[in-house]
């Protein structure tokens, strides 16, 4: 069965420092998103991407945030500089329709410390 | 603000038995309303899609109910295992067309 990947599966950084998480979104999928989860809280949307470009993005997705698809598999977050509050488990989603008409299938997910 | 709320307290119940998990939301006009299951350090895992406009679903044990007059969802597991111990998450959409919304999730747990 087709999955959702991603690398790291954990990243470790010192504030300050820029990192990019990696994905490779199920390859006849055409949306594609990024959430969050600080441990202990909900799953929160960043942003979603379709068509080469963002198509919607969240109050968290601020200008240290941004999206790439450099190539026809990978998808990427890269964060400018991380901050303490960003350490999180960050998941890839990608999906065949988009938003809540059907279903997002989730990577395993990146667990970024940020020291 | 728009708010979705699921039971904060974990649900404790016997194999056998059917576990019932709810969903209320505020400020919401939800054309879908998604549940999914997530286990400790993974990714969430789809479950079931209800539509506004339909009033159930199922899914082998798997059950749901919307009631957009309630503003709730009823997400039902008969028979349960002891691999249904989970948590298991809302999931709305905004009607912005891409996001997802997602609760915190109630946590399940089945004893044998």
């Known amino acids: 069965e087709p999955e959702v990947t991603q690398t790291p599966s954990h990243q470790v950084t010192q504030m300050g420092q820029e990192v990019i998480l990696r994905c490779v979104p199920i390859?006849?999928?055409?949306?594609f998103y990024w959430y969050r989860q600080i441990l202990g809280q909900k799953v929160e949307f960043l942003v979603s991407?379709?068509?080469?470009?963002?198509?919607?993005k969240s109050e968290i997705f601020d200008d240290q945030f941004s999206v790439e698809r450099p190539d026809g598999s990978n998808f990427t977050l890269k964060i400018r500089s991380t901050k303490l509050e960003d350490s999180a488990m960050y998941f890839c989603?990608?999906?065949?329709?988009?938003?809540?008409?059907?279903?997002?299938?989730f990577g395993p997910g990146t667990r970024l410390t940020v020291t | 603000s728009q708010k979705i709320e699921q039971n904060s307290e974990a649900l404790n119940i016997q194999e056998g038995k059917t576990a019932t998990l709810t969903c209320n939301y505020t400020?919401?006009?939800?054309?879908?309303l998604q549940w999914y299951r997530q286990d400790p350090g993974r990714g969430p895992v789809f479950l079931l899609l209800?539509?506004?406009?339909?009033k159930e679903k199922r899914k082998e044990r798997l059950k749901v109910t919307f009631d957009t007059t309630l503003k709730q969802s009823l997400f039902h597991i008969t028979a349960s295992q002891p691999a249904d111990s989970a948590t298991y998450l809302c999931?709305?959409?905004?009607?912005?067309?891409?996001?997802?919304?997602f609760g915190k999730g109630t946590s399940l747990l089945v004893t044998p």
């Open positions: 989603a990608s999906s065949l329709t988009p938003g809540g008409e059907g279903e997002q299938y």
């Open positions: 390859s006849n999928h055409l949306y």
């Open positions: 991407f379709y068509n080469n470009e963002i198509s919607e």
């Open positions: 400020n919401y006009s939800p054309a879908y």
């Open positions: 209800i539509r506004e406009n339909e």
């Open positions: 999931a709305l959409d905004p009607n912005s067309g891409y996001a997802l919304n």
